[in-house]
Protein backbone atom coordinates (compact mmCIF):
# COMPACT_ATOMS: atom_id res chain seq x y z
CA UNK A 1 0.00 0.00 0.00
CA UNK A 2 1.10 3.29 -0.37
CA UNK A 3 1.63 6.02 2.26
CA UNK A 4 -1.14 7.90 2.41
CA UNK A 5 0.51 11.20 3.25
CA UNK A 6 2.54 11.06 0.32
CA UNK A 7 -0.61 10.70 -2.38
CA UNK A 8 -2.36 13.84 -0.06
CA UNK A 9 1.08 15.56 0.11
CA UNK A 10 1.72 15.46 -3.80
CA UNK A 11 -1.51 13.69 -5.82
CA UNK A 12 -0.29 15.29 -9.28
CA UNK A 13 3.38 13.71 -8.87
CA UNK A 14 2.16 10.61 -7.46
CA UNK A 15 -0.24 9.89 -10.52
CA UNK A 16 2.64 10.75 -12.82
CA UNK A 17 4.48 8.03 -10.97
CA UNK A 18 1.84 5.47 -11.27
CA UNK A 19 1.14 6.26 -14.88
CA UNK A 20 4.74 4.96 -15.45
CA UNK A 21 3.12 1.65 -13.49
CA UNK A 22 0.12 1.30 -15.93
CA UNK A 23 -2.13 2.84 -13.67
CA UNK A 24 -4.66 5.70 -15.20
CA UNK A 25 -3.02 8.00 -12.38
CA UNK A 26 -6.31 9.02 -11.71
CA UNK A 27 -6.92 9.53 -8.14
CA UNK A 28 -9.62 11.78 -7.85
CA UNK A 29 -12.05 9.04 -5.82
CA UNK A 30 -9.66 8.39 -3.84
CA UNK A 31 -8.93 12.35 -2.94
CA UNK A 32 -12.69 12.90 -2.76
CA UNK A 33 -12.68 9.86 0.12
CA UNK A 34 -9.80 11.53 2.01
CA UNK A 35 -12.37 14.68 1.59
CA UNK A 36 -15.13 12.52 3.03
CA UNK A 37 -13.38 11.17 5.65
CA UNK A 38 -12.33 14.62 7.07
CA UNK A 39 -15.86 16.23 6.80
CA UNK A 40 -17.15 13.42 8.71
CA UNK A 41 -14.62 13.56 11.54
CA UNK A 42 -14.83 16.83 11.78
CA UNK A 43 -19.02 16.90 12.21
CA UNK A 44 -18.88 13.96 14.60
CA UNK A 45 -16.47 15.82 16.63
CA UNK A 46 -18.41 18.97 16.36
CA UNK A 47 -21.63 17.40 17.48
CA UNK A 48 -19.88 15.23 20.12
CA UNK A 49 -18.69 18.83 21.77
CA UNK A 50 -22.49 20.29 20.91
CA UNK A 51 -23.80 17.18 23.06
CA UNK A 52 -21.28 17.71 25.42
CA UNK A 53 -21.79 21.04 26.32
CA UNK A 54 -25.85 21.25 25.91
CA UNK A 55 -25.81 18.01 28.45
CA UNK A 56 -23.85 20.59 30.81
CA UNK A 57 -26.91 23.29 29.88
CA UNK A 58 -29.32 20.21 30.89
CA UNK A 59 -27.78 19.70 34.61
CA UNK A 60 -27.43 23.74 35.01
CA UNK A 61 -31.05 24.49 34.11
CA UNK A 62 -31.98 21.72 36.83
CA UNK A 63 -29.93 23.03 39.43
CA UNK A 64 -31.68 26.76 39.11
CA UNK A 65 -34.89 24.54 39.80
CA UNK A 66 -36.12 25.29 35.60
CA UNK A 67 -37.06 21.53 35.52
CA UNK A 68 -39.39 21.78 32.86
CA UNK A 69 -37.11 23.90 30.35
CA UNK A 70 -34.30 20.92 31.26
CA UNK A 71 -37.04 18.12 30.29
CA UNK A 72 -37.49 19.78 27.05
CA UNK A 73 -33.51 19.99 26.22
CA UNK A 74 -32.97 16.74 27.71
CA UNK A 75 -36.02 14.91 24.99
CA UNK A 76 -34.24 17.03 22.33
CA UNK A 77 -30.51 15.82 23.38
CA UNK A 78 -32.12 11.98 23.29
CA UNK A 79 -32.75 12.09 19.58
CA UNK A 80 -29.57 13.33 18.74
CA UNK A 81 -27.59 10.35 19.29
CA UNK A 82 -29.02 8.86 16.13
CA UNK A 83 -26.91 11.40 14.02
CA UNK A 84 -24.38 10.92 15.28
CA UNK A 85 -24.54 7.00 15.16
CA UNK A 86 -25.35 7.81 11.34
CA UNK A 87 -22.45 9.52 10.55
CA UNK A 88 -20.10 6.85 12.26
CA UNK A 89 -21.61 4.78 10.24
CA UNK A 90 -21.25 6.92 7.27
CA UNK A 91 -17.47 7.46 8.55
CA UNK A 92 -17.24 3.89 8.48
CA UNK A 93 -18.56 2.74 4.98
CA UNK A 94 -15.62 6.09 3.86
CA UNK A 95 -12.76 4.19 5.21
CA UNK A 96 -13.62 0.78 3.74
CA UNK A 97 -13.95 2.26 0.60
CA UNK A 98 -10.78 3.90 0.78
CA UNK A 99 -8.81 1.13 2.13
CA UNK A 100 -10.27 -0.68 -1.23
CA UNK A 101 -9.48 2.02 -3.75
CA UNK A 102 -5.87 2.20 -1.70
CA UNK A 103 -5.10 -1.74 -2.30
CA UNK A 104 -6.18 -1.65 -6.10
CA UNK A 105 -2.96 1.17 -6.03
CA UNK A 106 0.30 -0.37 -7.80
CA UNK A 107 3.91 0.65 -5.81
CA UNK A 108 5.60 3.07 -7.22
CA UNK A 109 8.88 2.69 -9.43
CA UNK A 110 12.31 3.40 -7.41
CA UNK A 111 14.13 6.25 -9.74
CA UNK A 112 16.59 3.52 -10.46
CA UNK A 113 14.41 1.53 -13.06
CA UNK A 114 13.57 2.13 -16.63
CA UNK A 115 10.79 3.51 -17.56
CA UNK A 116 8.58 1.91 -20.08
CA UNK A 117 5.66 0.07 -20.75
CA UNK A 118 6.53 -3.91 -21.43
CA UNK A 119 9.77 -5.58 -21.50
CA UNK A 120 10.97 -3.81 -24.63
CA UNK A 121 12.36 -1.36 -22.19
CA UNK A 122 14.02 -3.52 -20.09
CA UNK A 123 17.99 -3.48 -19.57
CA UNK A 124 20.02 -6.64 -19.44
CA UNK A 125 22.89 -6.32 -16.42
CA UNK A 126 24.93 -8.89 -16.82
CA UNK A 127 25.88 -12.51 -18.30
CA UNK A 128 27.47 -15.35 -17.06
CA UNK A 129 28.55 -18.75 -19.13
CA UNK A 130 28.10 -19.25 -22.80
CA UNK A 131 25.11 -20.88 -24.15
CA UNK A 132 26.27 -24.55 -25.45
CA UNK A 133 27.15 -25.22 -28.96
CA UNK A 134 25.24 -28.09 -30.57
CA UNK A 135 26.35 -29.93 -33.30
CA UNK A 136 22.72 -31.28 -33.26
CA UNK A 137 19.37 -29.68 -33.13
CA UNK A 138 18.61 -29.48 -29.62
CA UNK A 139 15.48 -31.03 -28.27
CA UNK A 140 13.16 -29.52 -26.09
CA UNK A 141 12.92 -30.80 -22.49
CA UNK A 142 9.46 -32.46 -22.58
CA UNK A 143 11.08 -34.56 -25.59
CA UNK A 144 14.46 -35.05 -23.48
CA UNK A 145 11.92 -36.41 -20.53
CA UNK A 146 9.78 -38.66 -21.82
CA UNK A 147 12.42 -40.44 -23.54
CA UNK A 148 14.72 -40.32 -20.26
CA UNK A 149 11.38 -41.67 -18.50
CA UNK A 150 11.74 -38.88 -16.14
CA UNK A 151 8.22 -37.15 -17.05
CA UNK A 152 4.86 -38.29 -18.16
CA UNK A 153 2.91 -35.38 -19.85
CA UNK A 154 -0.31 -37.30 -20.89
CA UNK A 155 -0.54 -39.42 -18.03
CA UNK A 156 -0.94 -35.60 -15.43
CA UNK A 157 -3.12 -34.25 -18.02
CA UNK A 158 -5.36 -38.18 -16.91
CA UNK A 159 -5.36 -36.96 -13.54
CA UNK A 160 -5.59 -33.15 -13.24
CA UNK A 161 -6.17 -31.84 -17.02
CA UNK A 162 -3.49 -29.53 -18.68
CA UNK A 163 -0.87 -27.52 -17.02
CA UNK A 164 0.37 -30.54 -14.98
CA UNK A 165 3.05 -32.77 -14.57
CA UNK A 166 4.37 -36.46 -13.58
CA UNK A 167 7.77 -36.73 -12.54
CA UNK A 168 9.08 -40.71 -12.30
CA UNK A 169 11.82 -42.38 -11.60
CA UNK A 170 14.71 -40.20 -12.21
CA UNK A 171 12.82 -37.20 -12.98
CA UNK A 172 11.24 -37.16 -9.56
CA UNK A 173 14.58 -37.87 -7.89
CA UNK A 174 16.04 -34.95 -10.05
CA UNK A 175 13.61 -32.52 -8.46
CA UNK A 176 13.96 -33.61 -4.53
CA UNK A 177 17.79 -33.37 -5.62
CA UNK A 178 17.49 -29.84 -6.89
CA UNK A 179 15.00 -28.79 -3.93
CA UNK A 180 17.83 -30.10 -1.32
CA UNK A 181 20.62 -28.33 -3.07
CA UNK A 182 18.69 -25.08 -3.10
CA UNK A 183 18.01 -24.78 0.73
CA UNK A 184 21.89 -26.59 1.53
CA UNK A 185 23.59 -23.65 -0.16
CA UNK A 186 21.20 -21.22 0.94
CA UNK A 187 21.28 -22.18 4.72
CA UNK A 188 24.76 -23.51 5.03
CA UNK A 189 26.47 -20.61 2.77
CA UNK A 190 23.78 -17.56 2.52
CA UNK A 191 22.66 -17.44 5.96
CA UNK A 192 19.15 -18.04 5.31
CA UNK A 193 17.01 -19.79 8.04
CA UNK A 194 14.76 -22.54 6.40
CA UNK A 195 11.14 -22.08 7.27
CA UNK A 196 8.79 -25.04 6.57
CA UNK A 197 5.30 -23.04 5.92
CA UNK A 198 1.67 -24.13 5.40
CA UNK A 199 0.53 -24.21 2.22
CA UNK A 200 -3.03 -22.46 2.35
CA UNK A 201 -3.52 -19.91 3.69
CA UNK A 202 -6.09 -16.87 4.52
CA UNK A 203 -7.26 -13.70 2.25
CA UNK A 204 -5.54 -11.28 5.18
CA UNK A 205 -2.30 -12.86 4.06
CA UNK A 206 -2.50 -12.49 0.17
CA UNK A 207 -3.79 -9.21 1.06
CA UNK A 208 -0.77 -8.38 3.05
CA UNK A 209 1.61 -9.27 0.34
CA UNK A 210 -1.08 -7.37 -2.45
CA UNK A 211 -1.96 -11.15 -4.41
CA UNK A 212 -5.59 -9.40 -2.99
CA UNK A 213 -7.63 -8.37 -3.95
CA UNK A 214 -6.50 -7.22 -7.42
CA UNK A 215 -5.45 -10.95 -8.78
CA UNK A 216 -8.13 -12.80 -6.81
CA UNK A 217 -8.59 -15.27 -10.43
CA UNK A 218 -4.88 -16.46 -9.97
CA UNK A 219 -5.66 -18.09 -6.79
CA UNK A 220 -7.05 -21.34 -6.22
CA UNK A 221 -9.50 -20.69 -2.98
CA UNK A 222 -11.26 -23.18 -1.01
CA UNK A 223 -14.55 -23.74 -1.66
CA UNK A 224 -16.73 -22.28 1.53
CA UNK A 225 -13.64 -21.57 3.45
CA UNK A 226 -10.73 -18.42 4.05
CA UNK A 227 -8.26 -20.29 2.71
CA UNK A 228 -6.01 -20.06 -0.60
CA UNK A 229 -3.49 -22.63 -1.86
CA UNK A 230 -0.54 -20.43 -2.04
CA UNK A 231 0.81 -18.77 -5.17
CA UNK A 232 4.48 -18.55 -3.77
CA UNK A 233 5.86 -19.13 -0.42
CA UNK A 234 6.36 -15.01 -0.35
CA UNK A 235 2.94 -15.12 1.25
CA UNK A 236 3.21 -16.87 3.97
CA UNK A 237 6.94 -16.21 4.79
CA UNK A 238 6.51 -12.10 4.64
CA UNK A 239 3.66 -12.75 7.10
CA UNK A 240 5.46 -14.67 9.43
CA UNK A 241 5.74 -10.42 10.96
CA UNK A 242 2.46 -9.44 10.02
CA UNK A 243 1.27 -7.04 12.88
CA UNK A 244 4.79 -7.33 14.43
CA UNK A 245 7.09 -4.49 15.55
CA UNK A 246 10.76 -5.81 15.33
CA UNK A 247 13.86 -4.43 16.75
CA UNK A 248 16.41 -3.24 14.75
CA UNK A 249 19.15 -5.67 15.87
CA UNK A 250 16.65 -8.21 14.85
CA UNK A 251 17.35 -6.98 11.02
CA UNK A 252 17.78 -8.13 8.38
CA UNK A 253 15.13 -11.39 8.51
CA UNK A 254 16.35 -13.90 6.04
CA UNK A 255 14.27 -16.79 5.54
CA UNK A 256 14.27 -19.60 2.61
CA UNK A 257 11.46 -21.87 2.20
CA UNK A 258 10.52 -24.90 -0.18
CA UNK A 259 7.28 -25.11 -1.13
CA UNK A 260 4.75 -26.23 -4.39
CA UNK A 261 3.72 -23.34 -5.81
CA UNK A 262 -0.67 -23.00 -7.35
CA UNK A 263 -1.50 -20.62 -9.71
CA UNK A 264 -4.42 -20.62 -12.58
CA UNK A 265 -2.40 -18.73 -15.12
CA UNK A 266 -5.76 -16.40 -15.72
CA UNK A 267 -4.73 -14.69 -18.59
CA UNK A 268 -2.17 -17.01 -20.15
CA UNK A 269 -4.42 -19.26 -22.34
CA UNK A 270 -1.89 -20.45 -25.07
CA UNK A 271 1.22 -19.76 -23.35
CA UNK A 272 3.97 -22.31 -22.99
CA UNK A 273 1.62 -25.11 -23.05
CA UNK A 274 3.84 -27.69 -23.94
CA UNK A 275 6.32 -29.02 -21.34
CA UNK A 276 6.79 -27.50 -17.23
CA UNK A 277 7.46 -23.53 -18.43
CA UNK A 278 3.91 -22.29 -17.32
CA UNK A 279 2.27 -24.97 -14.67
CA UNK A 280 -0.53 -24.47 -12.40
CA UNK A 281 1.17 -26.23 -9.98
CA UNK A 282 4.83 -26.40 -9.85
CA UNK A 283 7.97 -26.31 -6.93
CA UNK A 284 10.07 -23.08 -5.86
CA UNK A 285 12.26 -22.19 -3.36
CA UNK A 286 11.77 -18.95 -2.42
CA UNK A 287 14.41 -16.17 -0.54
CA UNK A 288 12.54 -13.66 2.06
CA UNK A 289 13.82 -10.84 3.20
CA UNK A 290 12.80 -8.27 5.94
CA UNK A 291 14.91 -5.06 6.87
CA UNK A 292 15.34 -1.78 6.97
CA UNK A 293 14.90 1.15 4.78
CA UNK A 294 18.33 1.72 4.91
CA UNK A 295 19.78 -1.19 3.38
CA UNK A 296 17.05 -2.91 1.28
CA UNK A 297 18.16 -1.55 -2.00
CA UNK A 298 21.80 -2.95 -1.00
CA UNK A 299 20.10 -6.32 0.12
CA UNK A 300 18.61 -6.55 -3.02
CA UNK A 301 21.63 -6.79 -4.90
CA UNK A 302 22.67 -9.52 -2.60
CA UNK A 303 19.34 -11.34 -3.13
CA UNK A 304 20.08 -11.40 -6.62
CA UNK A 305 23.28 -12.56 -6.24
CA UNK A 306 21.99 -15.77 -4.09
CA UNK A 307 19.93 -16.82 -6.42
CA UNK A 308 22.39 -16.96 -9.36
CA UNK A 309 24.71 -18.54 -7.02
CA UNK A 310 22.21 -21.71 -7.35
CA UNK A 311 22.84 -21.53 -11.64
CA UNK A 312 26.90 -20.96 -11.07
CA UNK A 313 27.20 -24.32 -9.59
CA UNK A 314 25.08 -25.79 -12.01
CA UNK A 315 27.05 -24.83 -15.03
CA UNK A 316 23.66 -22.80 -16.66
CA UNK A 317 24.17 -19.75 -18.57
CA UNK A 318 21.85 -17.21 -17.87
CA UNK A 319 21.45 -13.22 -17.85
CA UNK A 320 19.97 -10.65 -15.27
CA UNK A 321 17.84 -8.01 -16.42
CA UNK A 322 16.11 -5.23 -14.78
CA UNK A 323 12.40 -4.53 -15.38
CA UNK A 324 11.12 -1.66 -17.12
CA UNK A 325 7.93 0.06 -14.53
CA UNK A 326 5.68 -2.05 -16.57
CA UNK A 327 7.10 -5.21 -16.45
CA UNK A 328 6.92 -5.40 -12.56
CA UNK A 329 4.75 -7.14 -10.43
CA UNK A 330 2.16 -4.74 -8.89
CA UNK A 331 4.57 -4.95 -5.18
CA UNK A 332 7.37 -4.31 -6.25
CA UNK A 333 9.74 -0.90 -6.38
CA UNK A 334 12.13 -2.59 -8.47
CA UNK A 335 13.12 -5.72 -10.10
CA UNK A 336 15.77 -7.83 -11.38
CA UNK A 337 14.46 -11.01 -13.74
CA UNK A 338 17.09 -13.83 -13.98
CA UNK A 339 16.67 -15.51 -17.06
CA UNK A 340 18.07 -18.72 -17.56
CA UNK A 341 19.06 -20.34 -21.53
CA UNK A 342 17.01 -22.63 -22.95
CA UNK A 343 18.39 -24.20 -26.12
CA UNK A 344 15.24 -25.31 -27.64
CA UNK A 345 14.06 -21.89 -27.63
CA UNK A 346 17.24 -20.45 -28.68
CA UNK A 347 16.36 -17.53 -26.04
CA UNK A 348 16.26 -16.62 -22.57
CA UNK A 349 13.41 -17.15 -20.30
CA UNK A 350 12.47 -16.72 -16.61
CA UNK A 351 13.98 -18.92 -13.52
CA UNK A 352 13.83 -16.46 -10.76
CA UNK A 353 11.72 -12.59 -10.09
CA UNK A 354 13.98 -10.83 -7.21
CA UNK A 355 12.19 -8.03 -5.67
CA UNK A 356 12.20 -4.91 -3.37
CA UNK A 357 8.78 -3.64 -2.64
CA UNK A 358 9.60 -1.61 -0.16
CA UNK A 359 7.32 -0.51 2.60
CA UNK A 360 4.50 -1.56 0.21
CA UNK A 361 3.60 -4.68 1.60
CA UNK A 362 4.61 -3.64 5.46
CA UNK A 363 2.05 -1.18 5.16
CA UNK A 364 -0.34 -3.51 4.13
CA UNK A 365 0.39 -6.65 6.52
CA UNK A 366 1.57 -3.94 9.81
CA UNK A 367 5.07 -5.08 9.90
CA UNK A 368 7.39 -2.26 11.89
CA UNK A 369 10.73 -2.12 13.64
CA UNK A 370 11.99 0.46 15.68
CA UNK A 371 15.85 1.58 15.41
CA UNK A 372 15.66 2.13 19.32
CA UNK A 373 13.60 2.05 22.65
CA UNK A 374 11.06 4.92 23.05
CA UNK A 375 11.80 5.56 19.00
CA UNK A 376 8.42 5.68 16.54
CA UNK A 377 8.13 2.74 14.61
CA UNK A 378 8.82 2.45 10.93
CA UNK A 379 7.64 0.56 8.37
CA UNK A 380 9.86 -2.76 7.62
CA UNK A 381 11.02 -2.88 3.87
CA UNK A 382 10.32 -6.03 2.28
CA UNK A 383 12.17 -7.63 -0.60
CA UNK A 384 11.53 -11.59 -2.07
CA UNK A 385 12.80 -13.56 -4.80
CA UNK A 386 12.95 -17.29 -6.26
CA UNK A 387 16.01 -19.17 -5.54
CA UNK A 388 14.73 -20.92 -7.46
CA UNK A 389 11.76 -22.09 -9.66
CA UNK A 390 12.74 -25.84 -9.25
CA UNK A 391 10.76 -26.82 -12.46
CA UNK A 392 12.29 -24.75 -14.85
CA UNK A 393 15.70 -25.50 -13.42
CA UNK A 394 15.26 -29.37 -13.96
CA UNK A 395 14.34 -28.40 -17.78
CA UNK A 396 17.41 -26.15 -18.20
CA UNK A 397 19.61 -28.72 -17.27
CA UNK A 398 17.84 -31.30 -19.43
CA UNK A 399 18.17 -29.36 -22.98
CA UNK A 400 21.52 -27.76 -21.66
CA UNK A 401 23.22 -31.24 -21.08
CA UNK A 402 21.82 -32.85 -23.43
CA UNK A 403 24.39 -34.94 -25.65
CA UNK A 404 24.28 -36.47 -29.25
CA UNK A 405 22.91 -40.09 -28.35
CA UNK A 406 19.88 -38.55 -26.03
CA UNK A 407 21.50 -38.90 -22.77
CA UNK A 408 22.07 -36.19 -20.42
CA UNK A 409 24.93 -35.27 -18.64
CA UNK A 410 24.28 -34.78 -14.44
CA UNK A 411 25.88 -31.63 -13.42
CA UNK A 412 28.78 -32.24 -11.52
CA UNK A 413 27.35 -30.13 -8.23
CA UNK A 414 24.38 -33.01 -8.34
CA UNK A 415 26.07 -35.98 -8.16
CA UNK A 416 26.85 -36.35 -4.90
CA UNK A 417 22.52 -36.03 -4.30
CA UNK A 418 22.32 -38.60 -6.65
CA UNK A 419 24.57 -41.20 -5.41
CA UNK A 420 27.42 -40.02 -7.79
CA UNK A 421 25.24 -40.23 -11.27
CA UNK A 422 27.21 -39.15 -14.11
CA UNK A 423 24.68 -39.57 -16.99
CA UNK A 424 20.77 -40.36 -17.53
CA UNK A 425 20.10 -42.04 -20.59
CA UNK A 426 17.60 -43.19 -22.63
CA UNK A 427 15.31 -46.26 -21.43
Known amino acids: MLDPDRIRRDPEGTAERLRDRGHSGDLSGILGLFEERRRL ?223 AEAGAHGKDTQGLIRQHQFDKVELVKVTDEETSFDELEGLTRDAERILDLLGLPYRVVLLSTGDMGAAATKTYDIEVWLPSQGTYREISSCSNCGDYQARRARIRYRRAPGEKARFCHTLNGSGLAVGRTWLAILENYQQADGSVTVPEVLRPYLDGLETWRPA
Not at 44 to 56: G, H, P, Q, W, Y
Open 41 to 263: QAAISDLRATLKARNREVGALYRAGEKEAADRLRAELARAPDEVSEKEARMRSTEQELEQSLLELPNLAHESVPAGVDEDANQEIRRAGSPPAFDFEPKAHHELGAALGMLDLPRAAKLSGSRFAVLTGAGARLERALIQLMLDVQTKERGYEEVWLPFLVGSGALVGTGQLPKFADDLFKAEGRDLYLIPTAEVPLTNLHAGETLSADELPKRYAAYTPCFR
